[in-house]
């Protein structure tokens, strides 16, 4: 386990074997990770995923620097010198979290995507008991969405109060039975992902999305942490505005669905 430092201070993370090569086959899971001004936390991430996952599965880590106006990207370029899997990305500005998980999504290589938060809130450790619920017989037929439910927050009371109405709101109008829409470690198809409409905030209504493309989705109960460094980039005020634009917009575009029931096809194999 690697000491906790701050990137000018940077010590290798030590390369590792997966069960699969990444130069002759595609990874089975792509983390991607939204960061915006997290120079102070991502180290300690990386390491608690690499940690979380050696050995388990082969997998990809890809960083999307969202505009960050810290050392974000500095710590970001200095983490892929040593960590083969570990692919970053950087935009011009910040477009928002939603904006850079759609680019990390894009490039991404696997099948199954798990997204979660920069700060170091998300536990790594559950990623493993997100994919586990992949392979188990009875799951959904058409499950294409897994989201983290934060049953103990490690908020401020305002973040948790707002967050719960939030979701009170949003649960009675779009009916998409999720308990936390606004966590961020979510596992889920890519393909069902890209064929979404996408727009900045979608990560706060992707169950209600998927539900609306015929996809079924599961919440399962995960561990929050206190945030170790920084200041959040969310807060009440920056997002009840567009909120209630975004929530209209989606009432729309639920109520504009129409999912084909087929009965035949009979297109030939090619």
Known sequence: MLEKKSCQNYMPISNYLSLKNTHLSPP???IVIPILNEAENLHTLINEIQTALEGQLNYEIIGIDDGSIDNSWLCLQQMTKQFDKFRIIRHRR????SVAILT???VAQAEWIVTLDGDGQNDPADILRLLAILHQPDRPAQLQLI???RRKRRDTWLKRWSSKMANYIRNRLLHDHTLDT???????SRQAFLALPHFNHLHRFL???ILRGGGEILSVEVNHRPRQH???NYGFFNRLGVGIIDLLGVIWLQRR???AEIIEDNQENV
Do not use: D, E, M, N
């Not at 910040?94 to 979290?97: E, F, P, T, V, W």
């Not at 606004?182 to 889920?188: M, R």
């Open 28 to 30: 089975f899971l792509s």
């Open 94 to 97: 910040s477009y928002g979290q």
């Open 104 to 106: 990390g999504v894009k």
């Open 147 to 149: 989201t983290g439910y």
């Open 182 to 188: 606004g966590c961020g470690l979510k596992l889920f």
């Open 207 to 209: 169950p209600a999305l």
């Open 230 to 232: 920084g200041q959040s």
């Open 257 to 259: 669905s129409t999912l």
